[in-house]
Nanobody, 123 residues
């Protein structure tokens, strides 16, 4: 189970980015997909997830109302639309396949972490 993240970048505060997550060797119908981030000197934290069956979505309080997770069946890709970005959103963003997820709950993770995609928000 592998996923490839892309679509990060450098943006000014208030701007938007839309990282994408592409599974390799499986479809995201099989698993929930979660987005995580890790800022320098901090632990990795869950940001958002989308379930495999009902496509229910969940968000950390810090991003609720600003980030939107979505899936594109045709492209077998999961996106994280990030609006109104803040400098504190600066981090490496990772996606992961999960057996399940819910409100403030992520995991268990299936497979290994990818390389992630860097998001940098300047003030």
């Amino acid at each position: 189970v592998q996923l490839v993240e892309s679509g990060g970048g450098l943006v000014q505060a208030g701007g938007s980015l839309r990282p994408s997550c592409a599974p390799s060797g499986f479809t995201f119908d099989d698993y929930a997909i979660g987005w995580f981030r890790q800022a320098p000197g901090k632990e990795r934290e869950g940001v958002s997830c989308i379930t495999s069956s009902s496509r229910s979505t969940y968000y950390a309080d810090s991003v609720k109302g600003r980030f939107t997770i979505s899936s594109d069946n045709a492209k077998n890709t999961v996106y994280l639309q990030m609006n109104s970005l803040k400098p504190e959103d600066t981090a490496i963003y990772y996606c992961a396949a999960l057996l399940t997820c819910g409100s403030n709950y992520y995991g268990p993770r299936v497979g290994s972490w990818g390389q992630g995609t860097q998001v940098t928000v300047s003030s």
